[in-house]
Structures are given as C-alpha cells and as structure tokens.
C-alpha cells in the first residue's frame, strides 16, 4: 500500500508537524493537571507529568481527529488523559524493572522509593479517570475503563509469567495486546467515537491501533536486546534480568542452533539472567531479531490497509507516516 504524500511527509516528520499546535495545547494541560493536585502531592505530580515523551499516543488521538472531521477541544482533554495514563503506566513499569532512568533522567522510584511511586503512578490513574468523565458519557467512560482493565491485565499476566517456559507465543500476543496495545487502540478508536463516527468504523480504527501497538512492543522488544541505553534514554536489558519471555526469546528458543537454545532453555528454566552478550554476533541471534522485525513490519502492513477507508488528507497521510516510521524503528535492530 502506498501513499502519494509519502516522501513529502518522510523527510519532516510531518505526522507531528500537522499538530503541533495541538500537541503544545496536550503539554499545557497535562501541565494544569499536575498543578490541581493538594500541596503536598501538587511537588512531585509535577516533575511525574514533566517526563512527556514522544507523545505518540495523544498524536493517534489528534490525527484521527483531524482524519475524521477535525480536532475538538475534548479530542485535546482526551489526549492529555491518555498520556497520563501512559506515563502512569510507565511509573509503574519502571518500579516492577527497577529501572533507574527513563528519557535520561532518574525515574521516579529512583527519586523517592518504590512505595511513593507506585502511589503516584495510581494518583495520575484516578485524575485521568476523572478528566474522562468530564468529555464523555457513560459508553465513553466504559471504553476508557476497560481499556484501563486490558492494561493492567496484560501487566499482571506478564509478572506471573516470568521464567515460564511454557507460555505460548499466542499469549505472548495476548499480553502485549493488552498492556501496551491497548492505548494504541483506545487512542484511535476513542477519538472516533468523540468523533461519532458510526461503530464499524471505530472498529476499525481499533484494530489499527491495536496493531501499531503490537508492533511497537514488538521493537521495543528487539530495542532491549540490541540497543544501548545512552541511546535509547531509558535502561535497557531489564526484560531478560526480569525474566519476561519476549519474541526474539521465542525465537531462540525454536533456534536451529542446538547450542543457543539449549542455552536458552536452561537460563530460564534455572531464572539465571541471560547473558546476550555470548549470543549477540551469532547466527542464531541475527535471526531470531530479523524473524522478530518481520513479524512487526507485517503487522504494519496490515494496519496501513484500514487508512483506505479514510478520505484522502494530510492527517491520513500522516498516520501513514507514522506506521512508516515505526517500519524505519524496525529494520534499525536489525543493523
């Protein structure tokens, strides 16, 4: 599938570009949130809803509001709702990992204790809960809600599935679709229905969503065993420390090396750490990467097919542009 407004959009990042505006007015009130906090929460919400990132969440939500009929002021509150559920999420990730750094700078379990964060990551849930009441009636609340469910579901399911051989690679899948696709998809298919945009087609956009998600885990998944964490802003390798069982894992496992999957199999059989750094360079670990980043690009592929149900604009062009990039994320592990 191709689009004619590919390579003007390439070369800008344009997908953004088309609303920055509106990412800026996202920025500011999240901003006005943290500071409706009591005073003695009011210090630290602040510097939580400082560490925004590359706000790919809200930019779904306001590119499929301007490629369905325009951005609104609750498609911005929605926005902003939704990333502070994403940041919330990722306070809590940063906890379970024991990461210290996140987009280089100290995480907030880092800063004051497991036991404050984990309490600040649920205080941005119940504000984001309370901003979607005010945008929404009972159905929209009902969507946030479960999606909200699906997300801390697919968390709990992955921590009691470490180190267990024998998860299947289907409910791999089903974990990641919900603790990270899950706000890929609300982001779409929520904003169509503030949109009132009838319900196949905010189906559609769903399924959309849920695939970008699935393939960004999917790179992510890649990112944590080939990356570097200067690059990558955020500590990196905690999957294997942790033992969660992501998709190169799976593939190196099924690795026609006998050697390198035996390897694998009794690391986490035993819950030893993985050392990578004694299957990085090897056949077997080139593979199970490319097998990874095929799997993700196909996903991607998919997704670009629902865009044709949209009219022709700039907005659609740049959420095509947005599945091209995370094409661009892809390919990146495998170099």
């Not at 990461?99 to 907030?108: C, E, F, L, Q, V």
């Not at 944590?224 to 420390?241: F, I, M, S, V």
Request: charged content about 30%; proline content about 2%.
């Amino acid at each position: 599938m191709s689009f004619p407004f590919f390579s003007k959009l390439r070369n800008k990042k344009a997908y953004m570009q088309l609303v920055r505006n509106e990412l800026q007015k996202v920025r500011e009130e999240i901003a006005r949130q943290a500071e409706t906090f009591e005073p003695y929460v009011r210090d630290y919400m602040v510097k939580v809803c400082k560490g925004q990132g590359k706000m790919i969440r809200p930019g779904l939500v306001l590119l499929t509001a301007a490629a369905t009929g325009g951005i609104k002021d609750e498609h911005i509150t929605f926005a902003a709702l939704l990333e502070m559920i994403h940041m919330a999420s990722l306070v809590h990730d940063d906890v379970l990992d024991k990461a210290d750094t996140r987009r280089d700078i100290p995480t907030p379990n880092a800063l004051w204790g497991n036991e404050l964060a984990v309490l600040l990551g649920d205080t941005l849930l119940a504000q984001a809960i309370v901003m979607g009441t005010e945008i929404g009636g009972s159905k929209f609340c009902r969507k946030m809600a479960l999606a909200m469910k699906d997300l801390c579901q697919g968390e709990v399911e992955q921590s009691t599935r470490l180190w267990d051989l024998d998860m299947s690679r289907a409910e791999y899948y089903e974990i990641i679709r919900k603790k990270t696709a899950t706000l890929f998809a609300v982001a779409m298919s929520g904003s169509a229905f503030l949109q009132g945009l009838d319900d196949e087609m905010v189906e559609h956009l769903n399924r959309m969503g849920t695939l970008l998600g699935i393939a960004y885990q999917i790179y992510d998944d890649c990112l944590d065993l080939t990356g570097e964490d200067a690059a990558a802003g955020k500590t990196l390798g905690t999957d294997a420390e942790k033992g969660k069982l992501t998709l190169p894992m799976f593939f190196l496992l099924e690795s026609s090396c006998e050697d390198v999957a035996a390897y694998m199999h009794d690391a986490i059989e035993k819950h030893e750490t993985i050392d990578y750094s004694r299957l990085r360079g090897t056949e077997a670990f080139a593979e199970a990467i490319k097998l990874s980043v095929d799997e993700g690009l196909a996903r991607m592929e998919e997704a670009r097919e629902v865009l044709w149900l949209l009219p022709e604009t700039p907005a659609r062009e740049a959420l095509a542009e947005m599945t091209y990039r995370v094409d661009e994320m892809l390919r990146d592990c495998c170099n």
